[in-house]
């Protein structure tokens, strides 16, 4: 079993709509989380991170970290067709050299 | 933004061959990464390296080796491809392990 699981795979939310991406750990030891997104053909680029529980803002982006369930989430507001794109959850542990990615999912904004 | 290019961008190699994907990065970068993409994965750490002249195992290092002979260069090595080994890889940078990590654009490889 993936130490990082994401829910939902796929996900399509009208244009100016709300996204919301889940992910869940099942260890205890991550200490931190990213939120990277990546367009087809491209590489994965970095959205934001977080570390502390509570939300983190970032324009349209907001991450929400709950450490005691092991459970981060990212709400995009306002999406744009832009936005359409495979979002990864990664989770490591401060002063490792490595984090876990999630599978992924895959959010369509429909014009 | 930092710079990771990767080379070749696709590649047909057949069954038994030797593969070696290259990665490059201009930002002194101290840690470099190999994953592979399928889909249903995600990304998976192959190996990864903390500065030149080291290389450590990641989550699915079997059939793969590494060699990182300088700070800006990372090569994976598929001394015996096979079909299994067919997939996209991604090379990334990054400096303390929980900074942002910069990825290449990928390297489709097929193995037939």
């Known amino acids: 079993q993936q130490k990082v699981q994401q829910s939902p795979e796929s996900l399509s939310v009208p244009e100016g709509g709300m996204a919301s991406l889940n992910c869940t750990s099942s260890d205890r030891n991550f200490q931190y989380f990213w939120w990277y997104r990546q367009h087809s053909g491209e590489g994965p680029k970095a959205l934001m991170s977080i570390f502390s529980d509570g939300d983190k803002k970032e324009g349209r982006f907001t991450a929400h970290l709950n450490k005691a369930s092991l459970h981060v989430s990212l709400h995009i507001r306002d999406s744009q067709p832009s936005d359409s794109a495979l979002y990864f959850c990664?989770?490591?542990?401060?002063?490792?050299?490595?984090?876990?990615f999630g599978a992924g999912t895959r959010l369509k904004v429909i014009a | 933004e930092a710079a990771v290019t990767q080379s070749p961008r696709n590649k047909v190699a057949v069954t038994g061959g030797k593969v070696t994907l290259s990665c490059n990065q201009t930002n002194n970068h101290n840690n470099m990464y190999w994953y592979r993409q399928d889909t249903g994965h995600g990304l998976r750490l192959i190996h990864y390296s903390y500065g030149a002249g080291s290389t450590e195992k990641g989550d699915i290092p079997d059939g793969y080796k590494a060699s990182r002979p300088s700070q800006e260069n990372f090569s994976l090595i598929l001394e015996l491809a096979t079909p299994s080994q067919t997939s996209v890889y991604f090379c990334?940078?990054?400096?303390?392990?929980?900074?942002?990590?910069?990825f290449g654009p990928g390297t489709r490889l097929l193995v037939l």
């Open positions: 990664a989770a490591g542990n401060t002063g490792n050299y490595k984090y876990v």
């Open positions: 990334a940078s990054g400096d303390a392990g929980e900074d942002t990590q910069y």
